[in-house]
């Protein structure tokens, strides 16, 4: 499974111990869902909240950029048909056609930038409609 995840240690606001919350994103049924499971060390305090959809909360794409550093998303041949390219952004998003062709001329001339999941995202979808891409990421560059 395609996820990517980071721990962060803070402190309960119920009882001011030790609260340690499981955060991030992962694939699944060809959604991005997103994450965070809470609880504290010393009291009884717990939650898990889970969705999905284009709108992770800002502080979890910010934990995972800071943890493990952006992905990107290229083309590995730029000057093919942008047809299969626009259809899959359209896909994954939503998007208007003009948004998609906005889209598709930044992942055309620097990549697209976001964190591994949502990198992942967009590749798997460009990757059914047969177009090459690579995700780099400071991990490690992948060519799929
Ligand atoms: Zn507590």
Same mark, same amino acid.
């Given at each position: ?14 009882? /001011?111990?030790?609260?340690? %919350? ?7 049924? /060809? ?63 939503? %998007? ?15 990549? %697209? ?7 992942? %995202? ?17 991990? /490690?560059?992948?060519?799929?």
């Amino acid at each position: 499974m395609i996820s990517q995840g980071v721990t962060i240690t803070t402190r309960c606001e119920a009882c /001011g111990g030790v609260l340690i %919350l499981d955060t991030g994103q992962h694939i699944g049924g /060809g959604r991005l869902w997103w994450g965070t499971e809470g609880a504290c060390q010393s009291c009884p305090v717990a939650w898990c909240d889970q969705d999905f959809g284009d709108a992770t909360p800002e502080e979890i794409r910010q934990a995972l950029l800071a943890e493990h550093g952006p992905a990107r998303l290229r083309l590995t041949a730029p000057e093919a048909s942008a047809v299969p390219v626009l259809r899959a952004l359209r896909e994954v998003h939503g %998007l208007s056609l003009a948004r998609a062709r906005a889209m598709a001329n930044v992942l055309k001339a620097t990549g %697209l930038v976001g964190t591994f999941v949502e990198v992942e %995202l967009v590749a798997s979808r460009l990757r059914h409609h047969s177009v090459g891409v690579t995700v780099e990421t400071s991990f /490690g560059s992948r060519r799929l």
